[in-house]
């Protein structure tokens, strides 16, 4: 069974031939709806496609209080310090030979031309790059790595880096010479500030902006769907 996503921004699987438009023939295609999994480079204007998603993502924001101990109190006072950052735990796990069977291009994804290594080595070295700055040399500047990542309407964050990017490969070698399975784990702690109403209406979903979907998409998204996150979402700000 061969998977691809058309330009419809759907993935067709069939055990039928492919046409020329990467369609399938015959009663057996199925169809399913491409999630939009991704991951943005603010600081090198590189949209990372991710066609797999984490079985679970830890979403965590914390909270700070100061103590203060009084006399003849059973319970201690509390002061409001700060909130946050808000920091989110990703591993995903790519397997080389479900990547070679996904049409990344053929989505409505605007990915550029990729190269001749296989896809899991590109999205390899992009998402090191999300850890690492980028110089500019006439400039004398240093840009910071700035990302966006985004899992289906569920998780979206505008953050950085915070930790490290670590990539673990396993499983038997293959042909190629190269591991069967890459994993890749990294935290990313939002970096724009949010209050308590502005999260009870968008949530997880926060921080998406109408300007980043141009950029992300090869046309504009019509209808609902997170263009109307996007656009409440910038509303709130």
């Keep these: 069974m061969k998977i691809v996503s058309n330009s419809d921004n759907k993935v067709y699987a069939s055990n039928t031939p492919v046409r020329a438009d990467n369609s399938y023939a015959g009663s057996s295609t199925k169809i399913f709806q491409m999630i939009d999994n991704y991951v943005y480079l603010y600081h090198t204007d590189t949209l990372i496609a991710i066609p797999t998603y984490p079985e679970s993502i830890q979403d965590s924001m914390g909270v700070n209080f100061n103590q203060a101990t009084m006399l003849s109190r059973s319970a201690p006072i509390y002061s409001y310090t700060n909130s946050g950052p808000r920091s989110l735990t990703i591993t995903l ?47 004398k500047m240093v840009n910071p790595p700035i990302v966006a990542i985004r899992f289906g309407n569920d998780i979206f964050c505008k953050g950085v880096v915070h930790g490290s990017v670590a990539v673990t490969y396993s499983g038997p070698i293959l042909r190629t010479d190269k591991y069967a399975e890459v994993t890749v784990d990294f935290t990313v702690y939002e970096v724009d500030p949010y209050d308590a109403d502005t999260v009870m209406t968008v949530g997880s979903f926060r921080g998406l902006t109408t300007d980043l979907e141009r950029r992300v998409y090869k046309t504009s998204r019509r209808g609902g769907g997170s263009s109307a996150l996007a656009t409440k979402a910038v509303s709130l700000r």
Excluded at 111 to 118: A, I, K, M, Q, T
Excluded at 133 to 138: K, L, Q, T, V
């Design 93 to 139: 796990h790519l397997h080389r030979d479900m990547m070679n069977d996904v049409n990344i291009s053929a989505s409505k994804l605007n990915v550029p031309d990729l190269d001749s290594d296989d896809y899991v080595d590109i999205l390899v070295k992009q998402l090191q790059a999300a850890a690492l700055p980028r110089y500019a040399a006439a400039e």
